[in-house]
């Protein structure tokens, strides 16, 4: 006969109770029972309320049944085989949903774009920044010592004979030169003067004391430039570590102005240097 409350046989109808009071019997808690079963306490307060779902699988139940009733002197073998146990609920299986194949080669080309697209955001103002500069690089104004001749055509001579024509180019050298800028050259400094030496080669910027640019250029090494009093207002001085600078026939120590191995300094009414905080 079954309960109609439990849908356990009448055999094993109020096991939990009975599990409870064997244990109240033994004089144990659920605490001290699991640990001499090794399971948490809610796994024995689960099994004394008969609360299956709250352990598992029938197997798990049964298990645990098992080895409680034995614990507490119970039939345990007969209390695990005949104790009704709800069937574990099956998993639902969700079925995937089919991409199709051009679906998926038309998501990876988007990826891709994307990627390619990114790439080109990044790297192509960085290309043209870079080409700029490069470019920009040529313009630098160069010193000619001396002239350089540069061979062009003269004129075209044309002469006819019978139907053809015949064009010779008569070359005709051109020469191209730029005076030296004013103080600038090897000439030794005089008293008073600011000399600035370079040993290696050095971008400069020398501007006058109202502003104006006196000199902006590639210096190579060798060099020297000479300026008299009053006639310098700035300077940066490009590779400071190969520069050397005399004020007054004495040396002057470039340290206080260098700062990224760049020289900035500024000439007061005295000739004396001050730094420039940039």
Same mark, same amino acid.
């Given at each position: 006969m079954t309960?109609?409350?439990?849908?356990?046989?009448? $055999? =094993?109808? *109020?096991?939990?109770?009975?599990?409870?009071?064997?244990?109240?019997?033994?004089?144990?808690?659920?605490?001290?029972?699991?640990?001499?079963?090794?399971?948490?306490? @809610?796994?024995?307060?689960?099994?004394?309320?008969? #609360?299956?779902?709250?352990?598992?699988?029938?197997?798990f139940?049964?298990? @645990?049944l098992?080895?409680?009733?034995?614990?507490? *002197?119970?039939?345990?073998?007969?209390?695990a085989? /005949?104790?009704?146990?709800?069937?574990?609920?099956?998993?639902?299986?969700?079925?995937?949903?089919? %991409?199709?194949?051009?679906? +998926?080669?038309?998501?990876?080309?988007? +990826?891709?774009?994307?990627?390619?697209?990114? %790439?080109? $955001?990044?790297?192509v103002?960085?290309?043209?920044? %870079?080409?700029? @500069?490069?470019?920009? *690089?040529? /313009?630098?104004?160069?010193?000619?010592?001396?002239?350089?001749?540069? %061979?062009?055509?003269?004129?075209?001579?044309?002469?006819?004979?019978?139907?053809? $024509?015949? =064009?010779?180019?008569?070359p005709e050298?051109? =020469?191209?030169?730029?005076?030296?800028?004013?103080?600038?050259?090897?000439?030794?400094?005089?008293?008073? #003067?600011?000399?600035?030496t370079?040993?290696?080669?050095?971008?400069?910027?020398?501007?006058?004391?109202?502003?104006?640019?006196?000199?902006?250029?590639?210096?190579?090494?060798?060099?020297?430039?000479?300026?008299?009093? *009053?006639?310098?207002?700035?300077? =940066?001085?490009? /590779?400071?570590?190969?520069?050397?600078?005399?004020?007054?026939? +004495?040396?002057?120590?470039?340290?206080?102005?260098?700062r990224? /191995?760049?020289?900035r300094?500024?000439?007061?009414?005295?000739?004396?240097?001050?730094?420039?905080?940039?």
């Amino acid at each position: 006969m079954t309960s109609l409350e439990t849908g356990m046989p009448e $055999t =094993v109808r *109020g096991i939990g109770e009975r599990l409870r009071q064997a244990r109240v019997r033994a004089g144990i808690t659920p605490a001290e029972a699991g640990a001499k079963l090794k399971m948490p306490t @809610h796994v024995i307060e689960a099994l004394e309320r008969e #609360d299956w779902s709250k352990i598992g699988a029938p197997v798990f139940v049964r298990g @645990h049944l098992r080895s409680y009733a034995k614990l507490l *002197g119970l039939p345990a073998d007969a209390i695990a085989a /005949n104790v009704a146990v709800p069937a574990a609920k099956a998993a639902e299986l969700v079925p995937r949903t089919y %991409t199709p194949r051009m679906q +998926r080669v038309a998501e990876q080309a988007g +990826r891709r774009l994307v990627y390619v697209l990114i %790439t080109a $955001t990044i790297a192509v103002p960085v290309w043209l920044a %870079t080409r700029s @500069h490069l470019d920009g *690089g040529a /313009n630098d104004a160069v010193s000619l010592d001396g002239g350089a001749a540069v %061979t062009l055509p003269k004129a075209v001579d044309t002469s006819a004979a019978g139907d053809a $024509t015949q =064009v010779r180019a008569q070359p005709e050298p051109l =020469v191209a030169s730029i005076a030296p800028l004013p103080q600038r050259g090897s000439a030794m400094a005089a008293a008073g #003067d600011l000399a600035v030496t370079f040993s290696g080669e050095s971008w400069v910027r020398v501007t006058a004391p109202d502003g104006s640019i006196i000199e902006q250029a590639l210096v190579q090494p060798g060099q020297q430039r000479v300026f008299k009093p *009053g006639q310098l207002g700035q300077a =940066v001085l490009g /590779n400071a570590q190969a520069i050397s600078v005399q004020y007054q026939g +004495r040396p002057v120590d470039l340290a206080p102005y260098i700062r990224a /191995n760049v020289a900035r300094f500024t000439v007061s009414s005295d000739g004396s240097l001050q730094p420039v905080d940039r």
